[in-house]
């Protein structure tokens, strides 16, 4: 009922940029907050960075003063800019958002949704 799809991966050289995007589409009836976070390999998945649906933002450290998020919420879109990046930022980034849903007559409130991953790689 509801798709997260991400875009903008890719492979950069250290000190390089990527905007990662995320749109979501479906019986939506409000999102609550949106967020990224990473899975490098032999990792947990971490938080990167999240924006409440007023716009207040947590960063993890290890990011803060490199990227930066944002959303658009009449396109129901999250996007992260992340400039000067670091081998260590190489994992497979994946958008996350809360959302309320209307469908078939019920009203589901808050869950849990999760794009498929995109892939970014920081290397010479």
């Known amino acids: 009922q509801v798709q997260l799809v991400e875009s903008g991966g890719g492979l950069v050289q250290p000190g390089g940029s990527l905007r990662l995007s995320c749109a979501a589409s479906g019986s939506i009836a409000g999102i609550n907050d949106m967020g990224w976070y990473r899975q490098a390999p032999g990792k947990q998945r971490e938080l990167v960075a999240t924006?409440?649906?007023?716009?207040?933002?947590n960063y993890a450290d290890s990011v803060k003063g490199r990227f930066t998020i944002s959303r658009d919420n009449a396109k129901k879109s999250v996007h992260l800019q992340m400039n000067a990046l670091k081998p260590g930022d190489t994992a497979v980034y994946y958008c996350n958002a809360g959302i309320d849903t209307f469908h078939d007559g019920i009203f589901s409130r808050n869950d849990d949704y999760w794009g498929q991953g995109t892939q970014v790689t920081v290397s010479s």
């Open positions: 924006i409440t649906n007023w716009g207040s933002t």
